[in-house]
C-alpha cells in the first residue's frame, strides 16, 4: 500500500510539473509577445530567456544572442552561444560570433568567423571587414586581395559606417576600400606614402567628407613633409 501511495504522489508530482510547465510556457510566450508589441528589447530578452530555460532551442539561443548584439551587450551573447568555429553553426550565429568578438577586440577569433561569413555569402561589405581585420593581425597580402575584390563589385549605392566622432557617419563602400588599400599600402612599406597618398586622394575624390580619409591625409603629409635623418 505504502508503495502505491508513493508512485501516485510521484503520478501526481510528475503531471503537475508538466502542467506547471506548460503554464509557465504559455505565460513566457505571451510575455514575449507583448513586449514586441511594447518594443521593449531588454523585456524581450527576458522572456526568452525564460523560454530557452522551459524549452531549449538553438535557433532561440541565436536570436537572443543576436538581441544582446543589438544592445552592445558582447559578452552576454558570447555567453549564449559561445566562441568557437563551427561547421553546423547558422549564418545569423556565425554573424554574431563575429561581430562580438570584434567588439572586444579579439581580432584573431573575430576574422575567422568573418571569413565563414565569407566564404558562404562573399559580398563587398564583408570583404572590407575581412581586409580591416587582416591588416589589423598583419596579413597585408590577405587583405589586397579581399581589397580587390571589394574595388570590382562595390557599387555607387554601397555605404560603410565609421565611428571615430562622435556622430557615426556613413561614406560610401567605394570610397572605403581606396581608403583602405592605402593603409594596406603604407602598412606594406612605410616609405610608399605617395602611393598611399594616391589612394585616399582618391577616396577623397568620392566623398570629400570622408573624415577619417581626410585625418589620414593629414598624417601622410605630415610624415612626408617631416625631415629625414
Do not use: C, W
Amino acid at each position: 500500500m505504502k508503495k502505491i501511495t508513493i508512485a501516485m504522489t510521484l503520478l501526481f508530482s510528475v503531471v503537475s510539473f508538466a502542467q506547471s510547465k506548460a503554464d509557465l510556457t504559455a505565460h513566457y510566450q505571451a510575455f514575449y509577445k507583448q513586449m514586441k508589441v511594447q518594443g521593449d528589447i531588454q523585456g524581450v530578452i527576458n522572456a526568452m530567456t525564460h523560454l530557452e530555460v522551459l524549452v531549449p532551442q538553438q535557433s532561440r539561443r541565436d536570436t537572443l544572442a543576436y538581441l544582446y548584439v543589438s544592445e552592445g551587450k558582447y559578452v552576454q551573447a558570447l555567453n549564449v552561444i559561445g566562441i568557437d568555429k563551427n561547421a553546423t553553426d547558422s549564418d545569423l550565429n556565425v554573424e554574431v560570433k563575429a561581430i562580438s568578438l570584434k567588439n572586444l577586440n579579439e581580432t584573431k577569433r573575430a576574422l575567422e568567423q568573418y571569413n565563414v561569413l565569407f566564404s558562404r555569402k562573399p559580398n563587398p561589405a564583408l570583404a572590407y571587414e575581412v581586409a580591416d581585420l587582416m591588416l589589423q593581425n598583419s596579413d597585408v597580402a590577405g587583405a589586397k586581395s579581399k581589397i580587390e575584390y571589394g574595388l570590382a563589385n562595390a557599387t555607387d549605392d554601397m555605404k560603410r559606417a565609421f565611428y571615430e566622432t562622435q556622430r557615426p557617419y556613413e561614406t560610401s563602400l567605394k570610397a572605403a576600400f581606396n581608403y583602405i588599400k592605402a593603409l594596406a599600402v603604407f602598412q606594406e612599406n612605410q616609405t610608399n606614402v605617395d602611393p598611399a597618398l594616391k589612394f585616399i586622394n582618391d577616396a577623397l575624390a568620392i566623398d570629400p567628407n570622408f573624415n577619417m580619409a581626410k585625418r589620414t591625409r593629414e598624417a601622410l603629409e605630415a610624415k612626408k613633409a617631416a625631415p629625414k635623418n
